[in-house]
């Protein structure tokens, strides 16, 4: 990685399935996403270099890669919404479409998480990265707990306002 690559920490990688990773991460809110892709085996890194268009993307990476093979690289001048959404968004990839990324290099997602992909693909890696991060049943533990304001909502789950309303089904 460039000198301007910044590593997070990195735990070995689990015996458990994916969603037994998930559902352990899902206690409170903020979801740990860095936790969750290190327990699967991807390494997490920021860089100053992407540019702005470019939120982050998933890559072989044999040097500084996790256990399995792979790290993952988010945009550090992007909001800490945004690079929670990419982290999630990429660890959904790498579940969902590991036999694709196991043929190519990397897998870039730009602002739009629109990576080459096909639409379905990027809206099941979008669907999963929202469950990853919002799951249905903390937010209804957090609500039963007296927090029902969207705003707020967001804020505790550090995701955007928009993603909280298309999670819940308010009109954005």
């Known amino acids: 990685m460039p000198a301007t690559s910044q590593a997070l920490p990195q735990a070995a990688q689990s015996a458990l399935t994916p969603g037994q990773v998930i559902s352990k991460y899902q206690v409170d809110a903020p979801v740990d996403v860095v936790g969750i892709a290190h327990e699967l085996g991807v390494n997490v890194w920021e860089t100053h270099t992407m540019p702005d268009n ?3 993307k998933i890559f072989r990476d044999p040097l500084n890669g996790g256990t399995s093979g792979f790290s993952i690289v988010v945009n550090s001048s992007h909001a ?6 990419t982290i999630a968004h990429e660890i959904a990839h790498f579940i969902l479409h590991r036999h694709i990324l196991e043929s190519r290099s990397d897998l870039t997602d730009d602002a739009m998480y629109r990576s080459g992909l096909s639409t379905k693909e990027e809206t099941a890696a979008n669907q999963l990265a929202a469950t990853i991060l919002m799951p249905y049943s903390l937010i209804n533990k957090i609500v039963n707990e007296g927090t029902n304001d969207v705003d707020a909502l967001a804020t505790r789950f550090q995701v955007s306002t928009t993603a909280m309303k298309i999670r819940l089904g308010v009109p954005v």
């Not at 800490?80 to 959404?85: C, D, G, Q, S, T």
């Open 80 to 85: 800490i919404v945004r690079k929670r959404f």
């Open 54 to 56: 470019i939120s982050g």
